[in-house]
């Protein structure tokens, strides 16, 4: 561990992420604008489709994976996962303010947490209970259910959250075996290989404009990605996990100016309780980490 430039480099870091965070709202804010009259199962292959070029360099690694069954059935399982969790994610995009989109899909780490101690037995201390449990607390706000009328985009939000948690859960299983562009690279191409039938079948016409749009949002979610192992790599995660409030300040921000989007403070206050727990149990796992 590099520790000690991490700690000369604090304001890089947090840099990287305030970037990291830019690029986040960037792909959510292009997705609404320019591509939400699309089937979400559509623009969801063309977003893997387009980005395979961004995973090119790591054909090699691909080649080099063991042709073990299981190992197949891991790989095979993270990308349903993944593509699932993709399709409910552009589908909400398109039902709710970007906002909400913001502040649920940081009930990631939450999900994240519950399933590593249910599936890999990974223990559930004090510390982890209460994160979760602030970060429920937070949902709950931003929902209010028996308050208002839920749309489905809520509810596809939340499977967003577990289906990605599934997604990470696997990869982390399976970078301690193959390299981890190889778990990048073919999460993307059997992602975009599982999901072209579908998108068939509910094929739309799509101009240069949309496709230039999806360009844009797999180039945004491939820097926003390196942009964030930078900045773990410059700072410790103490310094540079706060930083992640900003995506919810400036989705609100986004949402108002561009969509006419209300600012709900019970979004702001909700989201803020979620990302405050999982900026917590970053912390303290770090702490205990060493």
Known sequence: MNNTNAQQNPALGIFFMVLTGLCFVAMTAVVKAQVSHLPAIQTSFLRF?????????????????????????????????????????????????????????????????????????????????????????????????????????????????????????????????????????????????????????????????????????????TLAHYLMTRAMAVAPISTIQPVVFLQLVWSVILGAAFFGEPVDPWVIAGGGLIIAAVVFNAIREAKVAG
């Open 49 to 221: 489709f387009l980005g395979l070029v961004f995973v090119l360099p790591a054909w090699k690694s691909i080649f080099a994976i063991p042709r073990s069954p299981k190992l197949i059935k891991l790989l095979t399982l993270r990308s349903v996962f993944h593509a699932f969790a993709v399709v409910c994610w552009f589908y909400s995009m398109t039902r709710i303010p970007i906002a909400e989109v913001t502040a649920m899909n940081h009930l990631n780490p939450v999900f994240i947490t519950l399933l590593a101690a249910l599936l890999l037995g990974e223990k559930l201390g004090n510390g982890r209970i209460i994160a979760v449990f602030v970060a429920l607390i937070g949902a709950f706000i931003v929902l209010r259910p028996g308050f208002r009328v839920l749309d489905p985009g809520h509810f596809t939000m939340l499977l967003t959250a577990a289906g990605l948690a599934g997604s990470y859960l696997l990869a982390k299983v399976l970078s301690s075996q193959i390299r981890p562009a190889a778990v990048v690279a073919i999460m993307s191409i059997t992602v975009a290989i599982f999901l072209a039938p579908f998108a068939i079948l509910a094929w739309e016409p799509v101009t240069v404009p949309d496709l230039v749009a999806l360009g844009m949002v797999a180039g945004l979610a």
